[in-house]
């Protein structure tokens, strides 16, 4: 029975892996090309496993940052960045209490939203951003946060992280969120080898079909800061530990 069981197991892995090579091949098959579209199916179907596992395992709605409209959301993020959530939530109430919107922050004096966000990591560069993105805002887009990554990205102090989080949760479209803790975890479980992040961005929008990708951000990288710690990952406790290769040693 169990050899019937895993000579069925086996097969129905490969009909996954051929299902998976056409689903995650962006070009017809040339010469050379079978063994990358067999390796990515592969990847695919670990992409697979795990995108399931983490939607099992955390709760269905995800955030970092409290906030109440699309301009905070937005401003939030910007100043996120080589910081802890929690230090920019212990900042902003005073901010958006004092410039509740896009024109507002725009006129705000420099010095004083530094004074304001003056506990989070580089003060400084992000005070000038968000008083220009906010001016961006008021000028260019009626004061409305913009719902492609080609526009946001024109917004000083976004980059594609901030831009990818704000289509994904503002609008609900396709969108890869690439930091620490998300990159960590997609290498320790081999859907990418890659540290650049742009690189990884590709990478797992290859793997993982669009309308999961949002959701698979989210729990990675929630999976990265309660559990795959990057020094000390709490191996025995991982529900993705078949999947991965740091567990497995290889690596
Ligand atoms: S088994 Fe360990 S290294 Fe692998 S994903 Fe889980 S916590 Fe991270």
Not at 132 to 147: D, G, I, M, N, Y
Not at 166 to 172: D, H, K
Request: proline share 4%; aromatic share 6%; charged share 25%.
């Amino acid at each position: 029975m169990n050899d019937i069981f895993s000579w069925m197991n086996v097969g129905s892995e490969k009909l996954e892996i051929k299902r998976l090579a056409a689903r995650t091949s962006h070009s017809a098959p040339r010469h050379g090309c079978r063994e990358t579209c067999k390796a990515r199916a592969k990847r695919a179907l670990v992409a697979e496993k795990a995108f399931t596992l983490l939607d099992k395992n955390y709760p269905k709605e995800i955030s970092f940052l409290n906030v109440k409209s699309d301009f905070q959301l937005l401003i939030s993020v910007i100043l996120s960045a080589r910081t802890t959530d929690r230090q920019v939530m212990e900042v902003v109430p005073a901010l958006f209490e004092k410039y509740p919107n896009p024109l507002a922050l725009s006129q705000g004096k420099l010095q004083d939203i530094m004074g304001i966000i003056k506990s989070v990591g580089f003060y400084r560069v992000k005070a000038a951003n968000i008083k220009q993105t906010s001016a961006k805002l008021a000028e260019e887009f009626a004061s409305r946060v913009p719902c492609t990554i080609e526009e946001l990205i024109t917004l000083p102090g976004v980059g594609r992280k901030t831009a990818n989080v704000v289509v994904g949760s503002l609008f609900a479209k396709p969108a890869v969120i690439v930091d620490t803790h998300f990159g960590r975890v997609v290498r320790r479980i081999g859907l990418t080898e890659s540290k650049n992040p742009h690189k990884i961005e590709n990478d797992i929008a290859l793997l993982i079909p669009e309308e999961k990708q949002y959701r698979f951000s989210m729990t990675a990288n929630l999976h990265g800061r309660e559990i795959c710690h990057s020094r000390k990952p709490l191996c025995t406790a991982c529900f993705l530990k078949s999947l991965c290769k740091k567990e497995l040693g290889n690596r």
